[in-house]
């Protein structure tokens, strides 16, 4: 059973910065694409950032540009930092994976496997 495991959200004033990590028991962590996804209240679900199977591509989303990375290891962890939290960041982050490397980074309808979320919450 694949299971994603999202951790390191909380509340935090604008301008700090958090770590999100997704552990998952996938049983080839590396054969999958991982990504970020986030839903605020009211609003539909985004991408925010993507990263290949191999690391060598990445998508990163325009309302977070300059602010955010993400990385892999190759066990099974894969992290978000995000650095000058604004506002409307506050979301519900949700840690993603696919088998299928036949759509764009950011297609979310594309991902086969979610984590339960973990909510972000900045305040100004």
């Known amino acids: 059973q694949v299971q994603l495991v999202e951790s390191g959200g909380g509340s935090v004033q604008a301008g700090g910065s958090l770590r999100l990590s997704c552990t998952a028991s996938l049983r080839t962590f590396s054969v999958y694409d991982m990504g970020w996804f986030r839903q605020a209240p009211g609003k539909e679900r985004e991408a925010v950032a993507a990263i290949s199977r191999s690391g060598h591509n990445t998508y990163t989303a325009d309302s977070v540009k300059g602010r955010i990375g993400i990385s892999r290891d190759y066990a099974n962890t894969l992290y978000l930092e995000i650095n000058s939290l604004k506002p409307e960041d506050t979301a519900v982050y949700y840690c993603?994976?696919?088998?299928?490397?036949?759509?764009?980074?950011?297609?979310?309808?594309?991902?086969?496997?979610w984590g339960q979320g973990t909510q972000v919450t900045v305040s100004s």
């Open positions: 993603a994976a696919r088998d299928s490397p036949d759509y764009s980074l950011n297609d979310g309808a594309s991902y086969n496997y």
